[in-house]
């Protein structure tokens, strides 16, 4: 099979081409590169993300999980603007044509393209060691974009879910030792929501002009904490009884929990500030299922302080994951 059947195979169709606003892809997959209609009054948002066997996603993995989980990723960087979604393309490294690998993959993408309504618009596919790359597009109202600069002394820390579940459901996917009492509903929790992340869309577009700063919590709370203290050159005070964690995760015991809550990367939930004016608004969200918890604040200084009960202790160098780190 050529590379033009199989990009007509598995990629074309309405699942995929047409997922999102149907008004926004002026023209899509099929000639050189694809046009994009983008409303006056708001600018274009753009983020690209690499998956790599055994760095971004484990060897043993379902194609069509693995297809989730890429798109959802890119989608998160998109929510974390408080962008919309409109469209994505899709660069392909595949060792070989696997038929049933690519069936299982299109379909997890089709999936998650529905649920985040993002149109694949284009792409390219070659042949070497598997490797995903997806970039998306999104708009954002002119000036609204929400960056990790901004965050003002008095304003509320919040996240936008429960942490701890991307490190707890990396241990799912890794068919690690799990507590004898997590039943088997709670442990299919941690499996999807460490290979179908929920990107925060509606919360992050809620927070365009409200929120001060935020990101998305992908290198673990603590390090990306530590990137909004040096990007708003504030400090950021967490209380570590105000984390809030999933059910599921109570089965462990609470050193490996609150570990996982500080440093597992790969929540995909938003963390972000919020001026103490608007704190009503919490509830507003809670009501609509998205589960803000406040869970400390933004002072002036600079850093990371974390109050496990004996007050703020200021954290030492965030330990965000780093590709490069010790290689020469
Ligand atoms: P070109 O040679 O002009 O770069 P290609 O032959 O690479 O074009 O691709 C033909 C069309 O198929 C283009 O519109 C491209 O965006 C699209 N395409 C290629 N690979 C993919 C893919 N993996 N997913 C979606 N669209 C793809
Ligand atoms: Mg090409």
């Known amino acids: ?38 409303p006056s009054g708001r600018q274009l948002v753009i983020s690209t993300d690499s998956l790599v066997q055994d760095t971004h996603f484990p060897s043993r993995y379902s194609p069509d999980d693995l297809a989730y989980r890429a798109l959802a990723a890119a989608v998160s960087d998109l929510a974390a603007m408080a962008a919309r979604p409109l469209a994505f393309t899709l660069a392909l490294t595949l060792p070989s044509v696997d038929e049933a690998w690519l069936r299982d993959f299109a379909r997890g993408l ?13 792409g390219d596919t070659t042949r070497g060691p598997l490797n995903i790359g997806v970039t998306v597009f999104g708009d954002v109202l002119h000036g609204l974009g929400l960056q990790r ?36 509903s709670e442990r299919d929790y941690l499996y999807q929501r460490f290979w ?18 935020g990101l998305d919590v992908s290198d673990g709370l603590l390090a990306d904490a530590g990137h909004l203290a040096s990007s708003s050159g504030i400090a950021v005070h967490i209380r570590a009884v105000d984390l809030p964690h999933s059910p599921a995760l109570a089965h462990w015991p609470a050193s490996q929990r609150l570990q996982w809550m500080l440093g597992g990367g790969d929540e995909y939930v938003l963390l972000f500030s919020l001026p103490p004016a608007q704190r009503a608004r919490i509830d507003e969200w809670r009501t609509r299922g998205w589960c803000v918890s406040v869970i400390g604040e933004i002072q002036s200084g600079d850093g990371v302080w974390l109050d ?20 020469s």
């Open 308 to 327: 496990e009960g004996q007050g703020p202790q200021r954290v030492g160098r965030p330990a965000g994951y780093n590709h490069f780190q010790g290689a």
């Open 196 to 213: 179908r992340p929920r990107a925060q869309c509606e919360l992050g577009q809620a927070l365009a002009g409200i929120a001060t700063a």
């Open 110 to 122: 089709a999936e998650a393209a529905q649920a985040f309504e993002i149109s694949l618009i284009g």
């Open 149 to 184: 600069a901004g965050a003002k002394p008095g304003d509320l820390l919040c996240v936008g879910g429960p942490l701890g579940d991307g490190a707890g459901g990396l241990a799912v996917a890794l068919g690690q030792d799990l507590p004898a009492t997590l039943s088997a």
């Open 1 to 38: 099979m050529g590379e033009f059947e199989l990009i007509k195979r598995y990629f074309r169709g309405a699942a995929l081409e047409r997922a999102g606003d149907q008004s926004v892809v002026a023209l899509g997959i099929g000639d050189d590169a694809a046009l994009l209609n983008i």
